[in-house]
């Protein structure tokens, strides 16, 4: 008895420590009163603590580096305090309608940044996050003088190639819905493509259809491994790209789309040609893809909606801006909103893609024909039938900034929500504690 005792114990120990959590480390911000409801010139109290979890314990040498920025351009506030000295409570005010942007870092007693676990990695522990001043008074840059005729001349090009599937090959059949390969013809250099998804049995105007479109991406498309039995949906390339190649053809593929050594969409000297730049052409295949799902026998002939994050909610924002009928768009961070705010008016925005030297693309250099591609411009166009649901929009979002997406809810004459979340970044959540999230409704 006693050695089954012991061993039960042993056995006990050992598990324990296989479970035992390791030390999670996060920053957590908040302001005292609602983050996007404060006046220009009040005072912004914003707090910042260090939350931890798990077995381990925080070092007294660790130290903090903060600062806030606001899109009035005053001079930055900076500090650098140790963690004993947390939570720490920064005031600022804002002179004009914008967001002030406030970030922290953690470092360990030799200046090296402290890591965290995060899934299978480490990361550094960082903090991105803000507050709003009067933002329905945030001032839009002017769009270009022709914007309609511009996409009327779109359109035109696009009727040019009648549209017809070149391809609809099924791959698989899930047991909840027939997956197929598809191919459209397109203007532009290259036709639709993406996976379409059909419920077995789908009879005849019986179903919703919906367009998924993807965020800023040099990969593949993956075949959808869920899928929906009430809906069909198509699963749309941002790129045109072939589907089911290999590693080989994408990496050549996207190696190709450069231009000046910058990532498809990131050139300015591309975006200077807006008739024949990589977002005129995605801007097309987006207006395809819809008209290709109009056409199903099995559309209701009324619920016709687009999804998508950052990338992939501007294309919907086109779709629901340039194709009649769209009933609905459910989008979240949603890239190229007020491209010319950080250049005309001085508002916070990350840093620019700079070509070949910087390897992670966040931001397109401003130039005016951009406006053509600028959801803000497009949010004025979506019809007032169309329902915009805007799940997400980070307070610490500067790929996304939240002036932006400021400015696209002001314009957007129908029915919409607005989901502002604290300590968020573009792809950044807080999971010790939850963001406070503050919602707009009209």
């Given at each position: 008895m006693?050695?089954?005792?012991?061993?039960?114990?042993?056995?006990?120990?050992i598990?324990s420590?296989?479970?035992?959590e390791p030390l999670q480390?996060?920053?957590w911000?908040?302001t005292?009163?609602?983050s996007?409801y404060?006046?220009t010139?009040?005072?912004i109290r914003?707090t910042?603590e260090?939350?931890h979890k798990?077995?381990?314990?925080v070092?007294?040498d660790?130290?903090v580096?903060w600062?806030?920025?606001?899109?009035d351009?005053k001079?930055?506030?900076?500090?650098t305090?140790?963690?004993?000295?947390m939570p720490?409570?920064?005031e600022?005010?804002?002179?004009k309608p914008?967001?002030i942007?406030?970030?922290?870092?953690l470092?360990d007693?030799?200046?090296k940044p402290?890591?965290?676990p995060?899934?299978k990695?480490?990361i550094p522990?960082e903090?991105?996050?803000g507050?709003?001043a009067a933002?329905d008074?945030?001032k839009?840059?002017?769009?270009?003088?022709?914007?309609?005729?511009?996409w009327?001349g779109?359109?035109?090009e696009?009727?040019?190639v009648p549209?017809?599937v070149i391809?609809?090959?099924?791959?698989q059949?899930?047991?909840?819905?027939?997956i197929?390969?598809m191919k459209?013809?397109c203007?532009?250099p290259?036709?639709?493509?993406g996976?379409?998804?059909?419920p077995?049995?789908a009879?005849?105007?019986?179903m919703?259809?919906r367009?998924?479109?993807?965020?800023?991406?040099?990969r593949?498309i993956?075949?959808p491994?869920?899928?929906?039995?009430?809906?069909i949906?198509?699963?749309?390339?941002a790129?045109?790209?072939e589907?089911?190649q290999n590693?080989?053809?994408?990496?050549k593929f996207?190696n190709d789309?450069?231009s000046?050594g910058?990532t498809?969409?990131l050139d300015?000297e591309?975006?200077?040609?807006?008739?024949k730049s990589f977002l005129?052409?995605?801007?097309?295949r987006?207006m395809?893809?819809?008209?290709?799902?109009?056409?199903l026998?099995e559309w209701d002939?009324k619920?016709l909606?687009a999804n998508?994050?950052s990338q992939?909610?501007?294309q919907?924002?086109w779709?629901?801006s340039?194709v009649p009928g769209?009933?609905?768009?459910?989008v979240?961070?949603i890239?190229?909103c007020?491209?010319?705010?950080?250049?005309?008016?001085?508002?916070l925005?990350a840093?620019?893609?700079?070509?070949p030297?910087?390897t992670?693309?966040w931001r397109?250099?401003?130039v005016?024909?951009?406006?053509?591609?600028?959801?803000?411009?497009h949010?004025?166009?979506?019809?007032?039938?169309?329902?915009?649901?805007?799940?997400?929009?980070?307070l610490g979002d500067?790929i996304?900034?939240?002036?932006?997406?400021?400015?696209?809810?002001k314009?957007?004459?129908?029915?919409?929500?607005?989901r502002y979340?604290?300590?968020?970044?573009h792809?950044?959540?807080?999971s010790?504690?939850?963001?406070?999230?503050?919602e707009?409704?009209?």
């Amino acid at each position: 008895m006693k050695k089954f005792l012991l061993l039960f114990f042993t056995t006990a120990l050992i598990l324990s420590g296989v479970a035992a959590e390791p030390l999670q480390l996060e920053f957590w911000g908040n302001t005292d009163k609602p983050s996007i409801y404060y006046k220009t010139g009040e005072k912004i109290r914003f707090t910042l603590e260090l939350l931890h979890k798990g077995e381990g314990t925080v070092s007294p040498d660790w130290v903090v580096k903060w600062s806030c920025r606001g899109d009035d351009g005053k001079a930055e506030l900076k500090g650098t305090l140790p963690v004993a000295k947390m939570p720490h409570t920064i005031e600022t005010t804002l002179d004009k309608p914008g967001f002030i942007w406030v970030t922290a870092q953690l470092y360990d007693k030799n200046g090296k940044p402290v890591l965290t676990p995060k899934g299978k990695r480490k990361i550094p522990v960082e903090y991105t996050g803000g507050a709003g001043a009067a933002i329905d008074q945030i001032k839009a840059v002017p769009e270009p003088g022709d914007f309609d005729e511009f996409w009327k001349g779109m359109k035109k090009e696009l009727a040019s190639v009648p549209l017809r599937v070149i391809e609809k090959k099924q791959i698989q059949d899930n047991g909840i819905c027939d997956i197929y390969a598809m191919k459209i013809a397109c203007a532009g250099p290259r036709p639709v493509t993406g996976y379409l998804t059909v419920p077995k049995g789908a009879k005849a105007k019986s179903m919703p259809v919906r367009a998924e479109f993807y965020g800023y991406s040099w990969r593949k498309i993956p075949v959808p491994k869920k899928t929906s039995a009430d809906r069909i949906t198509f699963y749309v390339s941002a790129h045109g790209v072939e589907l089911g190649q290999n590693k080989a053809y994408y990496d050549k593929f996207f190696n190709d789309l450069k231009s000046n050594g910058h990532t498809q969409g990131l050139d300015p000297e591309d975006n200077r040609k807006p008739g024949k730049s990589f977002l005129s052409f995605m801007s097309l295949r987006v207006m395809r893809a819809m008209e290709y799902l109009k056409t199903l026998p099995e559309w209701d002939g009324k619920t016709l909606e687009a999804n998508g994050g950052s990338q992939g909610g501007l294309q919907s924002v086109w779709a629901a801006s340039l194709v009649p009928g769209v009933s609905r768009i459910n989008v979240s961070i949603i890239w190229c909103c007020d491209l010319g705010g950080a250049t005309v008016y001085g508002r916070l925005c990350a840093p620019v893609s700079k070509g070949p030297s910087q390897t992670v693309p966040w931001r397109m250099a401003y130039v005016p024909e951009l406006g053509y591609f600028d959801a803000v411009n497009h949010a004025k166009r979506i019809p007032e039938s169309c329902y915009v649901n805007i799940i997400t929009a980070g307070l610490g979002d500067y790929i996304s900034p939240p002036s932006g997406l400021a400015l696209f809810y002001k314009n957007v004459r129908g029915k919409a929500l607005l989901r502002y979340l604290q300590n968020a970044g573009h792809v950044t959540r807080s999971s010790i504690r939850k963001g406070k999230v503050f919602e707009l409704k009209k």
